[in-house]
Each structure stands twice: as structure tokens, then as C-alpha cells.
């Protein structure tokens, strides 16, 4: 379960940097409302951005085209099995060299590898001459979530909880689909979208949590939600536009959560030797020599902290407690409900929870679903005032 913890906090720390700076560059509020009436199909994941060098199988007889109108280059009888490399004016396929920007792969068996994960259905692959290419898999939401649950959570957690991981998962990436549909891709494979591992690591019990909930997503006034989730919540789920630059959602509030109590993740401990938070700001630009000590301050109704103070001997910093946490690593510094002690050089963190802490809390989930309560009742909890609706 490690891996789950620390996956999801990487969704918590990438999420709010990519609002932050979307919200400069835009300078207004990130939509938490989208309508359903244009939902783009298939999905767009990419599962390779700007790699340099991209190992490539292609089952059966095989297309690698070019598109927008560049003449078919390749066409394989048998399967293909090679490297594909970003040129200074486009691609090295193998020993064939082509100037093209976008290409098409297709397999007529369906099956096609990309760096040793497999995968069902076709690829769009974009050439950025001279730096890399980025793998783009179109791919139903369905057969997505069946790659993307069991990296998600533990398949054998009861059945109503993966039920709930499986609406939640299937939500956030349809609302990521809407808001991103004319870029090239929607979603990453990375903890920064969910995690997606392509068909082998599909499971059991997670493929029929997807099945049994077969297109229902939480809505809210017959729009689709941003349906956030972290690992625990410490006991109090966040409010959404608190921590990050979205516009106020009823159902992104937060809520008192007492199922993840006891539970993994519910509390932790965290020593670090001043001097190397010292290391840690200095690398990232700040002036940090003789650290003294530090302080968690304006904690909010959720019992998470906004800032953190530095103190030297010369005077004092303040820093967004968010970016203090991303800087000392959000596997470390587990979440922000956080207090601090320093003793003889050292720093002792004890906190709750893991993650960013804002709408669906899986452990929570977990014991909630132990406790005999439905997976409808669980979405309910967390996204007060939403309904689940059936696309
Ligand atoms: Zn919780």
C-alpha cells in the first residue's frame, strides 16, 4: 500500500501546481462545473511525453502512417518490433528516417507495446524535431479505468469501496476530457492525471467494480464535477477553492470524515535535520543558511496549514505551506494538517492524513464500505449534494 499513498499524493502536489499556474497565465478562476452535451471520444492519454527514444511492438499486420496528408511511409506484413527516435527533422524508425511530425500506428490485432507496456487500439505519436515524441493512446473510458483502478487502489478493498474509486475515477477523467478536449491529449499515465498501466495490470475485482458502474459520473445541477481524491483525509476533508484557484463548488466544501480513523496513513511522523531543509530551500532559490526554526500557521477549518515561517538569526520567511510541502517531498510531508517541534537541530513533524485532502477520501472509503454502507452513499458523503448520473 505505499505505492498507493504515494501516487496519490502526487496527484494531491501536481494538481495544485498545475492550477497555480494555470490561474496566472488565465488569471481567473478554474472551472469546478463543466456541461455533459459534448463529451470527446475516445480518450486522449498520452503515455509517453517528449521522450527522446520510444522502444515500440506492434502486433500483426501494422500501419505506421503519417497524417495530415504526408505519404503512408511504413507498412509492415508481420509485426513490428523496433525503435522509434526524435530526429532533427522529425523521426528515425529503425533504419528508415521520415520528416514528419505526426504519425499513426496501428495494429490489426489491436495489440501494440510502447517501452514494454501493452495497450489495445491505436496511437497517435507527435514529433517535436530534435527533442522527443510523445505517445498519445486513444482508448475508451472504460477500458482506461480498468488500467487506471488497480494502480488506484487496492483490489481487494471491499467491493463497494472500488465501486466509488471506480465513479470518482471515471469522473475526474470525463471532466478532464471536456476541459482539455482540442489539446493533443487529455490525460497523462501519471500521477498527475491517475496512474494508467495499460492492460497488464488489470484485476479481477477492479474490472468488475468498472463494469457494475458502467458509466456513471457525479454531477452536480446536470454538470460534471471535478471529482478529486487523496489517500486519507486526516478526519476532515478540504474545501477545494481554499487551497486552489477554483471556482466555489457546494460539493467540494469538505466534510468531517471519521471512517479513515485508525486507518493507514491516519497519522504520521516526520524527523528532518534542519540543515537539510536548509539543502532543500537553498536548491530551490531561497536564502536559507542558519536555519533556526519553523512554524505551521494559518491553519483553516479542515486543520491545514496555508503557511509556513522560516526563522534565522537574521529575520524570518514566509512561504506558501503548499509549495514548503512540495519542496520537502509530498511522500515526507504527507499532508499540510501538520504541527512542527524543533529540538536541537532537528525538526519533528507529526501530522494526519495523506494528501491534498480535497473531495473523495479512499481509506475512508474503505472503512465506510467495511461498516456495510453502499458505494452510492459513500460518493454522497464526500460530494455532498451531487447525484450520480448514468451517461
Ligand atoms: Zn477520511
Known amino acids: ?39 470527446p471520444k475516445p480518450l486522449r492519454v498520452a503515455v509517453v511525453v517528449n521522450k527522446p527514444s520510444v522502444k515500440v511492438t506492434i502486433g500483426g499486420t501494422n500501419e505506421i502512417r503519417g497524417l495530415e496528408g504526408e505519404p503512408l511511409f511504413i507498412e509492415n506484413k508481420g509485426s513490428f518490433h523496433g525503435t522509434m527516435k526524435a530526429t532533427q527533422y522529425g523521426i528515425q524508425i529503425n ?20 517501452n514494454g507496456r501493452l495497450y489495445t487500439g491505436t496511437f497517435i505519436v507527435y ?40 465513479v470518482v475515477a471515471r469522473t475526474f477523467a470525463l471532466f478532464k476530457a471536456i476541459e482539455k478536449k482540442d489539446q493533443p491529449y487529455m490525460l497523462t499515465d501519471k500521477v498527475t492525471s491517475q496512474v494508467y498501466g495499460g492492460e497488464l495490470y488489470r484485476q479481477k475485482a477492479t474490472d468488475e467494480a468498472v463494469r457494475l458502474t458502467q458509466g456513471e459520473v457525479l454531477t452536480y445541477q446536470n454538470q460534471i464535477i471535478p471529482a478529486y481524491f487523496h489517500a486519507n483525509c486526516g478526519g476532515r476533508t ?10 466555489p463548488n457546494p460539493v467540494l466544501q469538505g466534510v468531517v470524515c471519521l471512517y479513515c480513523k485508525g486507518l493507514k496513513h491516519s497519522s504520521w511522523s516526520l524527523s528532518l535535520p534542519l540543515k537539510d531543509i536548509e539543502k532543500v530551500m537553498q536548491k530551490r532559490g531561497y536564502p536559507a543558511k542558519n536555519l533556526s526554526g519553523l512554524l505551521f500557521e494559518d491553519f483553516d477549518l479542515s486543520g491545514r496549514s496555508r503557511k509556513v515561517r ?29 504541527q512542527v517541534t524543533v529540538k536541537e537541530g532537528v525538526a519533528h513533524f507529526k501530522g494526519k492524513g495523506w494528501g491534498h485532502g480535497i473531495g473523495f477520501c479512499q481509506w475512508g472509503a474503505k472503512g465506510q464500505a467495511a461498516q456495510g454502507r453502499n458505494y452510492r452513499e459513500i460518493l454522497l458523503f464526500y460530494f455532498p449534494g451531487s447525484e450520480i448520473m448514468r451517461l
Not at 12 to 18: D, H, I, K, N, V
Not at 102 to 107: D, F, G, N, V, W
Not at 238 to 247: G, H, L, N, S, T
Open 127 to 166: 514529433v517535436d524535431p530534435g527533442k522527443g515524441l510523445t505517445f498519445v493512446h486513444d482508448v475508451s473510458v472504460e477500458e482506461y479505468l480498468r488500467g487506471v483502478l488497480p494502480l488506484e487502489v487496492n483490489p481487494r478493498w471491499p467491493v463497494e469501496a472500488l465501486k466509488a474509486q471506480a
Open 238 to 247: 478540504e474545501k477545494a477553492d481554499e487551497v486552489w484557484p477554483v471556482v
Open 1 to 39: 500500500m505505499k505505492r498507493l499513498g504515494l501516487l496519490l499524493v502526487g496527484v494531491a502536489f501536481c494538481s495544485s501546481m498545475m492550477m497555480a499556474h494555470a490561474q496566472e497565465e488565465s488569471g481567473q478562476l478554474l472551472p469546478t462545473l463543466l456541461p455533459l452535451n459534448v463529451i
Open 95 to 114: 533504419q528508415t528516417f521520415a520528416q514528419v511530425r505526426k504519425l499513426e500506428l496501428k495494429s490489426n490485432e489491436g495489440k501494440i507495446a510502447v
Open 310 to 338: 522560516l526563522k534565522y538569526p537574521y529575520g524570518e520567511a514566509v512561504i506558501k505551506a503548499d509549495d514548503f510541502r512540495s519542496f520537502i517531498g509530498n511522500d515526507r510531508l504527507k499532508s499540510l494538517k501538520v
